[in-house]
């Protein structure tokens, strides 16, 4: 049995110790907001918080994310500034890589509250999206810079 802390819920789970946490995730805790995009850690869709970092969790095996805090874009409020944002600069499109941005962006602005556009390229460049929202990616990270009265500046 592994034992895992997400979204400030602790599981137990029987899965052997290699399968990487993205599985255990999306079929053991039914938690399918976080995405499988590559398997090999390139294009950020499984992003998740590990103690407050943006990880990969194609490339976590579940052993190592015992006794860590485990964040998906489930456990994220739905009226944090991040998801607000997204919404208000209709970010979506096809939003498959949206939670794995999300996830991303948020650990970019718990870091940098204030970040400028080549801070938010500069963490944001390994999350790919095919649909190349990335210039409203940017102007949703502002805002919700701005919207959790931190000041955002561009």
Request: charged share 25%; aromatic share 4%.
């Amino acid at each position: 049995m592994i034992a895992l802390s997400v979204n400030g819920k602790l599981y137990q789970v029987e899965v052997p110790p290699d399968v990487p946490l993205l599985w255990v995730l999306r079929e053991q805790l039914k938690l399918t907001g976080t995405k499988f995009g590559c398997g090999a850690g390139l294009c950020g869709a499984c992003t998740v918080h590990v103690d407050g970092k943006a990880e990969r969790s194609c490339q976590i095996p579940v052993k190592d994310a015992q006794g860590k805090k485990i964040t998906t874009i489930e456990g994220l409020a739905g009226n944090h500034p991040v998801k607000k944002a997204w919404l208000t600069e209709e970010v979506s499109q096809c939003g498959w890589c949206q939670p794995g941005q999300i996830m991303a962006a948020t650990a970019l602005l718990k870091e940098n509250p204030r970040p400028t556009d080549g801070e938010i390229d500069n963490a944001m460049v390994d999350n790919l999206c095919r649909c190349g929202t990335y210039q409203r990616i940017r102007r949703a990270i502002h805002t919700a810079a701005q919207e959790a009265g931190k000041g955002g500046k561009k």
